[in-house]
T-cell receptor, first 113, second 116 residues
Framework: NAGVTQTPKFQVLKTGQSMTLQCAQDMNHNSMYWYRQDPGMGLRLIYYSASEGTTDKGEVPNGYNVSRLNKREFSLRLESAAPSQTSVYFC????????????FGEGSWLTVV | KQEVTQIPAALSVPEGENLVLNCSFTDSAIYNLQWFRQDPGKGLTSLLLIQSSQREQTSGRLNASLDKSSGRSTLYIAASQPGDSATYLCAVSPMNYGGATNKLIFGTGTLLAVQP
């Protein structure tokens, strides 16, 4: 009963390095999301995918790219990491487009030094 | 731009007390409002979802109300327990965020500590 699984859980990067955060859900959900959580700012939407084959920008997309590899997987890529991207990243999914209960992964802690 | 505020930022209560957490939002054009629980080092778990046409939702000891016209929601926790200690976040799904996808605007949360 995995739900939404994110890897890695912890990562330290040097400024300028690239990396990809992986996310997979086993609930046959159509829509997937990437949020970041920073102290005092709440969660903010980076990118989302309403359905397989589509992706759209959220509130804070700069410095990130995403790929909806298939219905299960939605990855987030940092091409050239910056200290401002130090954050906790959460992947989430919902059954379909529309206003449904959202399910979150356990988060990926990223530090850029 | 939609903004979501939660007050207080932190709350400490003795076990057994009934308590209310507050959430306010600036734009009443929302599809729904959700309350989440977040334990330290963990993801968010949805507790209650209130559609814009509803006034309240209940689950066990939790009751959430929604007053869209005034831009307010409350989460009522009855007979609090130490296991209720966590951060509670509210989030709205704004109508003007584009499309029907469940894109959420979050508050910064209330950190609740229930003392045994």
């Amino acid at each position: 009963n995995a739900g939404v699984t994110q890897t890695p859980k912890f990562q330290v990067l040097k400024t300028g390095q690239s990396m990809t955060l992986q996310c997979a859900q086993d609930m046959n959900h159509n829509s997937m999301y990437w949020y970041r959580q920073d102290p005092g700012m709440g969660l903010r939407l980076i990118y989302y995918s309403a359905s397989e084959g589509t992706t759209d920008k959220g509130e804070v997309p700069n410095g990130y790219n995403v790929s909806r590899l298939n219905k299960r997987e939605f990855s987030l890529r940092l091409e050239s990491a910056a200290p401002s991207q130090t954050s906790v990243y959460f992947c989430a999914s919902t059954p379909k487009t529309g206003r449904n209960t959202i399910y979150f992964g356990e988060g990926s802690w990223l530090t850029v030094v | 731009k939609q903004e979501v505020t939660q007050i207080p930022a932190a709350l400490s209560v003795p076990e057994g007390e009934n308590l209310v957490l507050n959430c306010s939002f600036t734009d009443s054009a929302i599809y729904n409002l959700q309350w989440f629980r977040q334990d330290p080092g963990k993801g968010l778990t949805s507790l209650l979802l209130i559609q814009s046409s509803q006034r309240e939702q209940t689950s066990g000891r939790l009751n959430a109300s929604l007053d869209k016209s005034s831009g307010r929601s409350t989460l009522y926790i009855a007979a609090s327990q130490p296991g209720d200690s966590a951060t509670y976040l509210c989030a709205v799904s704004p109508m003007n965020y584009g499309g029907a996808t469940n894109k959420l605007i979050f508050g910064t949360g209330t950190l609740l500590a229930v003392q045994p």
